[in-house]
Every structure is written in structure tokens, then in C-alpha cells.
């Protein structure tokens, strides 16, 4: 079973176009996130999310945006994508009790032409 | 206010010879500690952690951590290299309060591995 999964694994999309990116996990995880790895490898957070508060970095631009139908789904949102969105999408999860470890999915490439 | 510095971006070792990343941290409180593996096109594989138990940490596939906090370091090794580990090497610092803002990553380290 895989712990956290997300959809699609690759997406090739137009410049103005709305896209989603889906992710469950099945850990019985309290919180959710979705990272932003740029070419450079570099990580940066932009949402953290459990059912009592969603926190947002505020470099994010708010054509992102996360949607959250139950604890164990955390979706990302992106309208009118730029070529700049293009980059790699991981979603994670982590539980305050148990070492609040981030677990991560295998990412979702984002190419935006 | 927390920090993580990954020494080198990249390092390169033959087939059967020790590896070492480093990595150096500052955080406010006690901290926990991670590394993590990214192979090509893969997510981010947790190798090991550090929670304040054993200063010495032993995670998968050979690798281990020691937690010195007089260096303020939490350098990876592995005595001997295999192929298979050429990957990208993240090392984490959380500060023991966890979740994602309060855990922050380091560059990266990219392990070349040659035959």
C-alpha cells in the first residue's frame, strides 16, 4: 500500500490554463502538506493543513490554492498557470504523535509550455 | 529560529569507499533531526532520525547519523558505497515541535557514486 499518493505523477499543460493535483494518504496522518522542488532541488513549503488550520507561506502566489474534503485528502489547486509553475508538486503528511516525521508521495511533474 | 547548512552541493566517491555528507544545524530548541534520500524522479525517502535518544543513529541501507551537539553537526556516513546509492541527500532539522513550517530543509547534497 502506498503510504502517501498522489495524482497525476506528470502533467504537461498551456500557460493560463487551470489545473488540479490530487493526494491521499492512508496513515491515519493528522496533517497534510504540498512542497514546492524547484530545479535546483531546493524545497519550500507552501501549506501546512489539519482539520483545525490551514497555514499558508505568503510567497505563495494565491492562484494556488488547497483543498481539503476529508483528513486523508489534500488537494492542489492552480489557476491560470504561468511557465514559472513548472516544477516538481510533493504532497506529505505527518502525526503529532508519532515524531511528527514528514512522509512524503513521489512528487508530480508540473510542465507548463 | 532554526537553520540547516548541507557543506557540500556535491560529492563524489569510487565503488566500496566511505561516504560522508555533512551537515551543520542551529535551532532554538531540541531539536530532531533527519536525512532524507531522493533518488532520480522519486520522492523523499526517509533514512534516519534523530529524536533525542541514542546520539548515534542507524538507518537503512548502512547509512548512520551521530548527533554531536558541541559541533552542532549531523554528518551522514556509510563505511562503504554501492551504486545504487548515487541520489540526492537532504538533511532536515525539526524543532522537536515538528510539522511542516517548523521543519526545515538543507539544500541538498548529490552523491555521485563510480565504479
Known amino acids: 500500500d502506498t503510504a502517501v499518493s498522489q495524482t497525476p505523477k506528470y502533467l504537461v499543460t498551456q500557460m493560463g490554463n487551470d489545473k488540479s493535483i490530487k493526494c491521499e494518504q492512508n496513515l491515519g496522518h493528522d496533517t497534510m502538506y504540498w512542497y514546492k522542488q524547484d530545479s535546483k532541488k531546493f524545497l519550500k513549503i507552501m501549506f501546512s493543513y489539519n482539520n483545525k488550520e490551514l497555514i499558508i507561506n505568503e510567497t505563495v502566489p494565491n492562484r494556488f490554492s488547497p483543498k481539503s474534503p476529508d483528513k486523508a485528502h489534500l488537494n492542489l489547486h492552480i489557476n491560470s498557470l504561468e511557465l514559472g509553475d513548472s516544477a516538481v508538486y510533493f504532497c506529505a503528511s505527518s502525526h503529532v504523535d508519532r515524531g511528527n516525521t514528514i512522509y512524503f508521495g513521489e512528487g508530480s511533474w508540473l510542465t507548463v509550455v | 529560529a532554526q537553520s540547516v547548512t548541507q557543506l557540500d552541493s556535491h560529492v563524489s566517491v569510487s565503488e566500496g569507499t566511505p561516504v560522508l555528507l555533512r551537515c551543520n544545524y542551529s535551532?532554538?530548541?531540541?531539536?530532531?533531526l533527519f536525512w532524507y534520500v531522493q533518488h532520480p524522479n522519486k520522492g523523499l525517502q526517509l533514512l534516519l532520525k534523530y529524536t533525542s535518544a541514542a546520539t548515534l543513529v542507524k538507518g537503512i541501507n548502512g547509512f548512520e547519523a551521530e548527533f554531536k551537539k558541541s559541533e552542532t553537526s549531523f554528518h551522514l556516513t556509510k563505511p562503504s558505497a554501492h551504486m545504487s546509492d548515487a541520489a540526492e541527500y537532504f538533511c532536515v532539522v525539526s524543532d522537536g515541535r515538528g510539522g511542516g513550517f517548523k521543519t526545515i530543509f538543507g539544500a541538498g547534497t548529490r552523491l555521485f557514486v563510480k565504479a
Open positions: 535551532s532554538s530548541y531540541s531539536p530532531s
